[in-house]
């Protein structure tokens, strides 16, 4: 828990210094500005902002959120509880922070420069001799230490693994961190570490802190919690002390006084209350309601307005995962054959306006893509031992989704279907699919928690029906979808992944083997393939650009052969609808759209009454 604590002996502020890259040679390293994965950070030394930001944006008014959902947390560090995620960045914040137009670079924040060798055996931070916490005490490296052990023993999954993979940590003065990395084979360690959030020593009780709290943490951004509705909203007022605020990374950014987030449960109910004006953006993810429900007096006068942003990173993919922890779901031929069931082509035109594409690929729309393309010689070489799991046409570019030919009655993929399950062991019996050895009939359930998914669950369980199977689809609220995705208790989700330019350790975190049996992490169809793991430790090992794409590209065919989930559609967009209060840059950041860039128009009034 996040709580005030007696003031411990501190060590004094010493010197400044200033985040840095990889030395150009082998051996010497020296601090620099900003730290990138691959490559060179964009930006100069002498960067005044940051290109998507307006560094002339100007301060005041506020903001509401509406968020589907609700909350019984304000800690978002930890597995237990739903906590609010905003508490990152805006409240707690990290030694680096990212530019938002590259594909993985960071630049510095708490952190003044960085150094690291080529090796990248190991990285040392230089704090800001200005940075503060919220209640004036200055950051020092001794809570860069006390961050990176508490997170490392009581975080989220994927705080434990990564930063148990520093060798040793050491303050080489009160403004100096070093972490040793020999041995680790990760070359993205040192930039995980820089995004790593600090905490204040002296306001963290360790003994709680893995329990929820609705108090708001100390942290060093440029928002406090203010107030706290529990379940039902969160204010944060920007603190007119924060110390970052004329830093080129922040110059443009967290231009509102007040950040309200109001939580909504049910989807339509909150699509209502932004219709009235009770929150100023929504994201939206529902074609059919972007296509035609946004039809109302101020859409049409202008006085609200729809953006469509074209990002630069990986078209996020939507898939119907299956949970392989489940024995019906177990043998890949089952996975298969509900794959060929599913009717793309009858739920874009019908449901989605045609709007959507599809591919197995988890990195759709980008050169780290394997879909269509066959293997290069180093794929070739980093799959040669797992081969044998890799289907041919996958290797070679040649595999293709079936296509049906959107009747809702195909009866080509059906055929094949009926033949997968039969080799798996499942016979019609009439109009009932069952397993042949214990005449169970062929049943699961599919959770859903909107009404988009709801629609496609409906459908595809249609198709299933034609093949004598009887699924079950079932809605629950997002707390409780949230509760069961997490704890990996269900037979089928809807799930999306989006991914960035530069994937590193969070894909372990995704389809990792020691995340699949660890409750919290996003690991949800529980793949374990030593093809996977050795594809995701290759592409952190990676030096040069071109054997980075070698190495994501390979591990995409072996996700792809895996058949862990079916692939629903890819969104190659964003569809953002504001009220025109809330201005937003011209430029778009390479990552699409960023609340944080955005500001209140100044002659303009706030949102109506909070619900």
Not at 234 to 245: A, E, I, S
């Amino acid at each position: 828990m996040f709580m005030f604590a007696r003031v411990s002996a501190r060590l004094i502020v010493g010197t400044a210094f200033a985040v840095s890259m990889i030395a150009a040679g082998p051996a010497a390293a020296e601090e620099r500005y900003a730290i990138a994965m691959h490559g060179k950070p964009a930006l100069p030394a002498d960067f005044t902002h940051m290109p998507y930001a307006n560094p002339d944006a100007p301060k005041g008014g506020k903001v509401v959120w509406g968020i589907l959902g609700t909350f019984d947390s304000l800690n978002p560090l930890i597995v237990k509880g739903l906590a609010v995620q905003q508490m990152r960045n805006y409240v707690v914040e990290s030694l680096l922070a990212r530019g938002n137009d590259e594909a993985f670079t960071l630049y510095g924040l708490l952190a003044k420069t960085v150094e690291t060798d080529d090796a990248r055996s190991y990285v040392t931070f230089h704090l800001d001799p200005r940075a503060r916490f919220s209640d004036g005490k200055p950051v020092l490296a001794d809570d860069v230490l006390f961050s990176w052990e508490l997170l490392r023993d009581h975080g989220r999954p994927n705080h434990r693994q990564y930063y148990a993979k520093v060798v040793k940590a050491e303050a080489r003065d009160p403004l100096t961190v070093r972490f040793d990395l020999d041995g680790a084979n990760d070359r993205e360690l040192p930039l995980i570490l820089g995004l790593m959030p600090v905490l204040p020593r002296h306001a963290v009780d360790v003994t709680t802190f893995e329990e929820t709290t609705m108090t708001g943490p100390i942290g060093s951004g440029p928002y406090r919690v203010t107030a706290v509705k529990p379940g039902t909203s969160v204010t944060l007022t920007r603190n007119p002390d924060y110390w970052g605020r004329d830093l080129p990374v922040n110059r443009g950014l967290y231009n509102f006084d007040e950040v309200r987030l109001d939580y909504y449960r049910e989807a339509n109910g909150q699509f209502e209350a932004f219709k009235r004006g009770l929150y100023d953006f929504r994201v939206e993810h529902e074609p059919l309601r972007w296509h035609d429900g946004y039809d109302f007096p101020a859409a049409k006068t202008g006085e609200l307005i729809r953006d469509t942003i074209k990002p630069g990173v990986p078209w996020p993919s939507e898939f119907l995962v299956f949970n392989t922890r489940r024995p019906i779901f177990a043998d890949i031929r089952v996975r298969q054959a509900l794959t060929l069931l599913f009717d793309f082509e009858l739920v874009n035109r019908n449901y989605f306006f045609g709007l959507y594409a599809r591919t197995p690929s988890f990195y759709a729309g980008s050169e780290l893509s394997a879909y269509g393309r066959p293997a290069d010689a180093s794929e070739r070489e980093l799959l040669k031992p797992y081969l044998a799991h890799i289907p041919p046409d996958i290797l070679d570019g040649s595999y293709r989704l079936p296509v049906t030919d959107g009747s809702g009655r195909d009866r080509t993929t059906l055929r094949a279907a009926i033949q997968l399950l039969s080799q798996a062991g499942y016979d019609l019996d009439g109009t009932v699919l069952r397993n042949r050895a214990t005449k169970a009939p062929f049943t699961f359930e599919i959770l859903v928690t909107t009404r988009d998914q709801e629609r496609i669950a409906l459908a595809f369980a249609r198709d299933l029906k034609r093949a004598g199977i009887e699924p079950t689809v079932r809605a629950v609220d997002p707390v409780q979808f949230d509760q069961r995705r997490l704890g990996y208790e269900f037979d089928m989700i809807q799930n999306r992944w989006d991914q960035s330019l530069s994937p590193g350790n969070e894909q372990s975190f995704y389809w990792g083997s020691a995340a699949a049996d660890n409750p919290g992490t996003r690991n949800y169809m529980g793949a374990k393939d030593p093809a996977i793991d050795a594809m995701i430790a290759a592409l952190l090992d990676a030096r040069q650009h071109t054997a980075f794409v070698s190495a994501v590209r390979a591990l995409d065919r072996a996700l792809m052969s895996g058949f862990y989930g079916i692939p629903l559609f890819n969104v190659s967009e964003q569809w953002i609808a504001r009220w025109n209060r809330i201005e937003r840059p011209k430029a778009t950041a390479l990552s699409g759209y960023l609340p944080e860039t955005w500001w209140h128009r100044v002659d303009a009034q706030g949102p109506q009454q909070a619900k």
